[in-house]
């Protein structure tokens, strides 16, 4: 038997061409579409377990704590949302750029590595390592040329 995909469906060739691209250490979430809080745009990303079992398809499952397989019918808002690289964000006074996530470039859990256009003598880029509460999306930008 041949599985014919529909068109929103991803085959595990499409996803092995992705994972192709991907390092090892790479974590796997699940992006529940994005929201409107207050003004904020906010990204749930729930952990992922795999299970193959034979047969046609390949199941990626949200994993709950304790096991349980039901995904939440109400999003907590307590766990830090993980903001992409590129963000500009605030902290403090301050205005940076989001530049990494945890767990690479040996940023701690629940921080991110933000640059503040500083650099070192010999012109490299310094980053700072904060922790994601302090960090507030949704910086304004201008554009010039």
Request: hydrophobic share 35%; net charge negative.
């Amino acid at each position: 038997m041949v599985n014919e995909p529909s068109p929103h469906q991803m085959t595990v060739a499409e996803l092995k061409s992705l994972l192709a691209e991907v390092p090892d250490t790479t974590v796997v979430g699940f992006a529940l579409p994005t929201f409107d809080v207050g003004g904020e745009i906010i990204t749930h990303i729930l952990n992922v377990t795999a299970e193959y079992r034979g047969g046609p398809m390949l199941l990626l499952r949200p994993h709950t704590e304790g096991g349980d397989q039901q995904v939440p019918s109400q999003l907590s808002f307590s766990s830090p949302q993980l903001l992409p690289i590129g963000a500009m964000v605030r902290v403090g006074e301050s205005i940076g750029t989001i530049v990494g996530h945890p767990p690479t470039n040996e940023i701690p859990d629940e921080h991110y590595a933000v640059w503040f256009g500083e650099t070192s003598s010999d012109d490299v880029p310094q980053c700072r390592t904060v922790p994601m509460e302090y960090c507030s999306p949704g910086v304004p930008i201008e554009y010039y040329h």
